[in-house]
């Protein structure tokens, strides 16, 4: 009701000043948080050095760009269109102390510039993946990579893929890298 979106003021006025355009839309994709193990393994599999800028397609709380920073030294943009996934993402980076290296945007990622990244990690359906590959291609260096987490891109081929066979809860995960 009102109070919550008179909580909400301050939260979308600072996502205008660093987003484009306010979201409007609600998140295309359940919430899944990626295991520790996978992180690790998504961050392996694109090398990142402490030159990169890994930006997070759909961050949720955070956890690739705060891992790229701790222990990678690279610098890290967090993006999620809901708030209370910036919330936890925002505490996360406080929490691990890498407000230095890590920026974490309240934005629609189909509206939001990625063209600063080295290294672009998701965790998105298909159909997402599908609808990013013309933003992808337009914004992104050549050489930028990409680490898609299970699902593929239709059409492209990828660099390399890795499976993780357990992700310490019995489950496997497969990476695809590309490279733009």
Request: proline fraction near 6%.
């Amino acid at each position: 009701g009102l109070a919550a979106a008179v909580l909400a003021a301050p939260a979308i006025a600072s996502a205008q000043a660093t987003a484009t355009q306010t979201p409007t839309r609600r998140p295309d994709v359940i919430y899944v948080p990626t295991p520790e193990e996978v992180v690790e393994a998504m961050l392996q599999v694109a090398k990142v050095t402490k030159n990169d800028v890994v930006y997070d397609l759909g961050t949720g709380d955070g956890r690739i760009p705060v891992t790229a920073a701790k222990k990678y030294g690279a610098r890290g943009v967090g993006i999620d269109i809901d708030p209370q996934r910036i919330k936890e993402a925002t505490e996360n980076v406080t929490k691990n102390g890498v407000g230095d290296r890590v920026r974490i945007i309240q934005g629609d990622l189909f509206e939001t510039n990625i063209s600063e990244a080295t290294v672009v990690t998701l965790y998105l359906l298909p159909s997402l993946n599908q609808k990013l590959i013309p933003k992808l291609n337009k914004e992104l260096k050549p050489g930028t990579r990409i680490v898609s987490h299970d699902f593929e891109f239709a059409g492209w081929k990828p660099e390399k893929t890795e499976t993780i066979d357990d992700d310490g809860a019995g489950r496997s995960h497969t990476l695809y890298l590309y490279k733009r």
